[in-house]
């Protein structure tokens, strides 16, 4: 029998491989396209199977709370996973690989961020919805591992997590929902804090704008004062 212990520690050493091993190019892409998505006030869908989905779901909640800075915008997103009668009926009426796609049909436009998540990269669903939402004029991203399958010939951007091993490529994809979240908070702050900045010297520099803002436009001469035409 083998030692617990050191399945876990090769397991554990493992992830930490494939974690360092993801390119952080990719990382940085899936972060500016985020951000432009919520700078134009456009919609984000994230969804999955099996523990995709339970990472799409989380991922989503991150990005919907643990990014807020009070004052500015929000993200606006959706795990098409938390659907569930949704999802069930077209499961049961149609078929299981619609159940992304036909959701998307409701309530996707042009410009939205779609986000798939499959290990794999061929889970039916998701390249159905993805394949939807690249002809729709989406933009479209895929989170997966092995050689990153059918998906990473369909989306404008493909991060594939350089393991054979699902749960390793879970366990990235979680990681990186976090990161990604955490980066995301950080760099709405920091506009903040610099937009606060800008404003507070502004004031401090030029008080006298300030004070001739309140002033009328047009200022008549007092009694017995001759003014000069230029």
């Not at 069930?88 to 036909?102: K, L, P, Q």
Request: aromatic share 6%.
């Amino acid at each position: 029998m083998a030692n617990p212990i050191s399945t876990i520690e090769s397991y554990l050493s493992s992830l930490r491989q494939a974690i360092l091993a993801v390119p952080t190019t990719k990382i940085r892409e899936i972060i500016d396209l985020i951000l432009s998505a919520r700078k134009a006030d456009k919609q984000m869908f994230l969804f999955g199977n099996g523990g995709s989905a339970a990472t799409a779901s989380h991922f989503a909640c991150d990005l919907a709370k643990g990014t807020i800075v009070p004052g500015k915008r929000r993200f606006r997103v959706i795990s098409l996973c938390d659907q569930i009668p949704v999802m069930t009926a077209w499961a049961n009426d149609a078929d299981y690989s619609e159940i992304f796609v036909e959701q998307l049909r409701n309530i996707m436009n042009a410009g939205d961020l779609v986000i798939g998540i499959t290990s794999s990269g061929n889970s039916p669903n998701v390249v159905k919805a993805l394949k939807y939402a690249k002809v729709f004029r989406a933009q479209t991203v895929a989170l997966t591992g092995f050689q990153g399958g059918k998906v990473k010939e369909i989306v404008d951007h493909c991060l594939i997590v350089p393991s054979s091993t699902v749960q390793i490529i879970e366990d990235v994809h979680l990681a990186l929902g976090h990161a990604i979240s955490i980066q995301l908070h950080a760099t709405i702050k920091a506009e903040a804090i610099k937009r606060q900045n800008v404003r507070r010297a502004k004031s401090e520099v030029f008080p006298i704008q300030n004070i001739l803002q309140d002033l009328p436009l047009v200022v008549e001469p007092a009694e017995g004062i001759k003014t000069t035409k230029l």
